[in-house]
């Protein structure tokens, strides 16, 4: 049994378990949660960065980050599923998904900085910096989103930021970027493991 270290809220741990679910492993995999902030957690052996998520296999080694696990787990099904063979479509999907996920970084990065620090000390200027990211990422996609029936690393990790941005960011990102909220309206209908994973805060 592989063991995934992760959280609900994360957008990287989500990304694994849609890629399993579209792959047919989620039954091959249990869900451990982590504390990224508890320096007791066993995640920081797992992983020297103690960050999430981190894929346990059989033999006790472990893979991180998100992008190496959806690798493995694409050449655990068999290869070529979620990423292409062909060296068009690869590159493309793979852009997509390093975009995406720069995409849910700066939106973590602008929560961290809200949340460990005092609402005195946010700094402004970072927070402008890490947003600008968000914003050119959004308009590049706008403009060139992936196709509706995309099921790879690309159009997994879009759907991940853009649940990442409506779960902290109240979906303000939607009004502005019709195409994408129109794709991932479309991405969530005809992948089951989308909705399965949306994670809603304790009231």
Sequence with gaps: ????????????????????????????????????NDAHDSLRLQNPLGKIPALVLEDGAVLYDSAVILEYLDWLAGGGQIIPAAPGPRFSALTRQALADGIADAALLQVYE????????????????????????????????????????????LACALGYLDLRFAGRWRAGYPRLAAWLAAFAAAVPAFEETRFSPPA
Excluded: C, N, Y
Excluded at 4 to 33: C, D, H, M
Excluded at 120 to 125: D, F, S
Excluded at 126 to 150: F, I
């Design 1 to 36: 049994m592989l063991v995934l270290r992760s959280s609900p809220a994360s957008p990287f741990g989500r990304k694994v378990k849609i890629a399993a679910a579209i792959l047919g492993l989620t039954e091959r995999i249990e869900i451990v949660p982590a504390d990224t």
């Design 114 to 157: 809200t949340r460990f620090r005092e609402p005195g000390q946010h700094v402004a200027k970072w927070l402008d910096h890490q947003s600008g990211k968000v914003e050119r990422g959004l308009k590049a996609l706008e403009a060139a989103p992936p196709e509706t029936a995309a099921r790879d690393v690309g159009a997994i990790a």
